[in-house]
């Protein structure tokens, strides 16, 4: 069975991809910080008759991806990932700590980058695979007091927009995905959204994602149909 790696599938968007991506009959492993979330996924997969495994995995950490990724690929055939993992702090530039520019930027494109060149050279010997980059509106557009977090996404964009242009004549498929705020507790403590139900739900969002994975580039605005 051909393996789909998903980073983040501990809650939000990351688990509804993981649950799709199940339902195509792809073994989904379950990647991020919190054990416990990515088990609940898991069994949620296995209940409605899929396959998934976990692994506690740090994105910021390359020594970390390679070791467990190598491991991985020894018992599994790793077609894809999907990076989904990141982090945002919101509010005037002039207020973001060094800390919270840090956490983003490593999370969000360092975090990606050392993943996809973990992954990518196991496509590229199988000759085909998925690359899917979860990017945001943000990586579209500036938006106020997302200066940092605008940055981050910006740079993830670049980067996908690089490497469909590298691989544009392989069988690799690069995508990349952005979408608007959804409803989920990522908002949770910040005052950057007062009301996240406006919001489309992760699973709404990953719906229209598996709708349109032809695409090369899908933009789901926040805004509820």
Do not use: C
């Not at 919101?90 to 975090?111: D, R, S, Y």
């Amino acid at each position: 069975m051909k393996t789909i790696i998903i980073t983040g599938a501990g809650s939000g968007l990351g688990k509804e991809l993981a649950l799709l991506f199940s339902q195509q009959r792809y073994h989904v492993l379950l990647t991020g910080r919190s054990i416990d979330k990515l088990l609940t996924v898991k069994r949620e997969i296995e209940d409605t008759g899929g396959m998934a495994d976990f692994v506690q995995l740090d994105v910021q950490k390359e020594s970390d991806i390679v070791k467990k990724i190598e491991e991985i690929n020894k018992t599994h055939t790793i077609v894809g990932v999907v990076n989904n993992a990141g982090v945002g702090h919101f509010g005037p530039f002039v207020h973001i700590t060094e800390k919270e520019i840090i956490e983003m930027l490593h999370t969000n494109v360092l975090g990606t980058i050392l993943m996809t060149k973990t992954v990518l050279p196991l496509l590229e010997k199988q000759g085909e695979g998925l690359l899917m980059n979860i990017i945001s509106t943000a990586g579209l557009r500036g938006k106020v007091n997302e200066a940092v977090y605008a940055a981050s996404k910006f740079a993830v964009r670049g980067f996908t927009e690089s490497l469909q242009k590298e691989y544009a004549n392989s069988s690799i498929k690069i995508k990349a995905v952005y979408m608007g705020g959804m409803d989920t507790p990522f908002w949770e403590g910040s005052s950057h959204v007062a009301d996240s139900s406006r919001f489309r739900s992760p699973k709404e969002v990953a719906e229209i994602i598996m709708e349109q994975i032809e695409h090369d580039s899908i933009i789901i605005e926040s805004k509820k149909s």
